[in-house]
């Protein structure tokens, strides 16, 4: 079996005021975190015995750790199968971005580096999503990638306070200009607790667009970004052909992956489970050899067929049609232009990529 690894490096400089992923800015427990990172990984390994085929360092900010942090999360990974990796990605931000982190990631077998730039438009970038890089930094993080033995991704958002369409289509296609292989665009979501939302609340922002508008921006995207080359290969993913996130695509496909560290999720094809978000527990159960996990979900019948359409659709491969042949109103969603039926699967147009989720829950 070949599976994916997922491994979650919870420290950030600082927080972002949207971001609703585990982090802590507490970098001083960083070998406490490598140390049990391969306990963890030896506690994993007999369930898990590999090969593992890619590998994601994702975050908090994995581009944090210096030689020392990365060849030592590296190297706490021994335990499991890695001789099969077709693929490791890194996550960035572009302030950690210098030719000395670059070097290293070269040297470390990357394959991908995920670029955070979250937007070319300095109007939202530090006033409204708090980043401490501005976007000169950007584009000199992306000079200094340029040429390395790893393919670029960028990762954007859009729907921000105030924004046009006309906006979004401009920074999409600044970006795409720098010339990434990969482009991921999500929305922007708040939950009701992240201090964007309550300054925004408190109307020191101006509200997030309405849904009609995010739902235009969603789909100029495809086709911005289509004239240069990309395609759209999930709901908010696109890349240039040969250059998906095979890592990301097996979330989608409902293939098993392991995932290390605090706030990490797993699934092994029939469950589902995750590690408490704290280092300092995560980190407790694992030094006095316990199991860390905290949650465990078998999936019964109807919750495994409602997350396998929900995950089919995000994809415009879609579904086998056998696998829907018994879905209420699929007739409907197909006259209507959500879905379409070819070469015996049921795929989703890009009207009904915008929908996957509601299209799922009807048709479960
Ligand atoms: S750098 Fe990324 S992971 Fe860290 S707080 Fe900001 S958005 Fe969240």
Redesign the pocket.
């Known amino acids: 079996m070949n599976y994916g690894l997922y491994i979650h490096v919870p420290f950030?400089?600082?927080?972002?005021p949207?971001?609703?992923?585990y982090?802590i800015s507490a970098l001083d427990l960083i070998p406490r975190y490598v140390a049990a990172l391969g306990r963890e990984a030896s506690q994993a390994a007999p369930a898990w015995p590999g090969p593992f085929e890619t590998l994601f360092i994702g975050?908090?900010?994995p581009s944090l750790l210096n030689r020392e942090g990365l060849t030592g999360l590296l190297a706490a990974l021994a335990p499991l199968d890695l001789s099969g990796l077709k693929e490791i990605t890194l996550e960035a931000?572009p302030e950690d971005v210098s030719p000395e982190q670059a070097d290293l990631w070269t040297e470390t077998g990357v394959t991908r580096l995920s670029l955070?730039l979250q937007t070319l438009d300095e109007r939202w970038l530090s006033d409204v999503l708090g980043?401490t890089h501005a976007v000169g930094q950007s584009l000199a993080a992306v000079e200094t990638l340029r040429g390395r033995p790893y393919a670029l991704a960028f990762d954007l958002i859009y729907g921000l306070p105030s924004q046009l369409v006309e906006d979004w289509g401009t920074d999409l296609s600044r970006a795409a200009e720098l010339g990434p292989d990969h482009i991921s665009t999500y929305s922007l979501t708040l939950e009701p607790g992240a201090p964007l939302a309550r300054t925004i609340a408190e109307k020191y922002l101006p509200p997030l667009p309405p849904p009609e508008l995010v739902a235009d921006m969603f789909l100029i995207s495809g086709q911005a970004l289509a004239a240069k080359g990309f395609y759209r290969y999930e709901v908010s993913n696109f890349a240039k052909p040969g250059h998906e996130s095979q890592h990301n695509l097996k979330y989608w496909r409902r293939e098993p992956y392991l995932g290390l560290g605090p706030a990490a999720h797993s699934f092994d094809g029939h469950r589902r489970w995750s590690n408490p978000p704290s280092v300092r527990q995560w980190a407790t159960a694992l030094d006095s050899g316990a199991d860390p996990r905290n949650l465990v979900e078998e999936l019964d019948q109807p919750a495994e067929r409602l997350e396998m359409i929900m995950l089919g659709l995000r994809l415009p491969e879609g579904l086998p049609e056998d696998r829907l042949a018994s879905a209420p109103r699929l007739a409907e969603f197909i006259e209507s232009g959500h879905l379409v039926r070819s070469e015996g699967r049921i795929r989703p147009t890009e009207k009904g990529l915008l929908l996957a989720d509601r299209l799922a829950v009807e048709l479960a």
């Not at 950030?12 to 972002?16: D, I, K, P, Q, S």
């Not at 949207?18 to 992923?21: A, P, R, V, W």
């Open positions: 950030c400089a600082r927080r972002c949207y971001c609703d992923f982090s975050g908090g900010s931000n955070g980043r």
